[in-house]
């Protein structure tokens, strides 16, 4: 990204909105689109964990604990204005001294208070139910007492997520086989089902829970909930209060999210989107702004659940990426101005052209007004809404520019 210095901003955010304006578009108001969009960042992005499987590497700066997790989420959100909310897992942000089956939904106020106090507030919560006492699945697991445990630490995460959080529970399981006939696969699916049950019977009403699905890991032969398709469908048997959590890096190579994503919103599914971008597998790498994003982003504001004035018809969005090399928070600001970028890009699309041109069959012309949002350079509005919110116009620069790294690698090691 080149240098933001602003010299030209005027300027260059005058000639867009003349272009924009002759294509009906007022620039004005995509801008105020851009300020008003938010997106969850994970606790776990900022940590030793790094979301994946890099549980080990500790880079530079790391945060040692929860608060500082906090803090580092409380800067990008200072930053970026973007992120007020951070994503928690219970079983990684519970106070260090409390057992893994001893959490308590009240042991999570102290550090609620203490993530307002640095400007952020708590978001998803995540039961965690892998890395969690078994290689032998969780609520799935043939083996009761592994059930019993997680259930009443996933119960415990709707507690955590309708006193402290924003009252969405998102779920990822482990569970899966990495040998064929290692387990019988529906028989492990009516256990998965019968736990999912008893969780949602037990949680208030007013929780949200999103199930997540992945094609593989740590299976690698099956995974229970191996698709969009099984998570809706366990999701619709369990209740109104259910939807699903597509996370980019879940699929096989070839699939087309963004048809996913048309086919729930089509079905008025609630649901919550993981972003990353995903190159080989789910390397969650930091999100760019490319056009499988675009497209995903075209559908979200077709069906109008980004910003939408009632909270309750929005998906819920949150980052969740891993950095195993490059600078975590870097990624993080990279991944925020990613996401404003494609969101603003998918709000250039003409969608009257694009619909006489596919009620014709035109097809090159209907792809080419699709293409022509996608094409438009949108930084001189972000850069304009960013100088009106008193943010850094580059997120990445100002986080250079700002000396914060240096103080955390000095504080906490590296
Ligand atoms: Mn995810």
Known sequence: MPTASGKHLKESYEVLGRELAERGIDIGAVKEAVKDFKVEIPSWLFGRFGGGRFGNYMPPGAALDSRAKMRDAAFVHKLTGATPRVAIHAGWDKPPEVAFDDIEA?????LRDYAREQGVDFGTVSPTLFLEGTHYGSLSSNLADVR???IRHAITACEIAEKYGEQIVTYWLPDGTNYPAQEDLWAQEERLRGSMREIYDAASDKVLHLIEYKLFEPGTYSTVICDAGVAKDIAQSLGERTGVLVDMGHHAWGVNV????ARLLG?????????NTRYAADDDHAIEPNLSMYAIFCELVKADVVINPDPSRNWAYM????????NRIHAALHAVDSLQVTFAKALLLDRER????QAEHNIILANRVFL????????????MARREQDLPLDPVEGYDASGYQKKIEKERGG
């Open 106 to 110: 009240d042991q999570f106020a102290d």
């Open 354 to 357: 694009l619909a006489a041109y």
């Open 372 to 383: 022509d949002a996608f094409l438009t350079d949108v930084r001189p509005i972000l850069r």
């Open 258 to 261: 963004t048809q996913i994503v």
């Open 148 to 150: 019993r445990r997680l």
């Open 319 to 326: 980052v969740d990426q891993c950095s195993a090399l490059e």
């Open 267 to 275: 079905m008025g599914v609630p649901g919550g989107f993981h972003f």
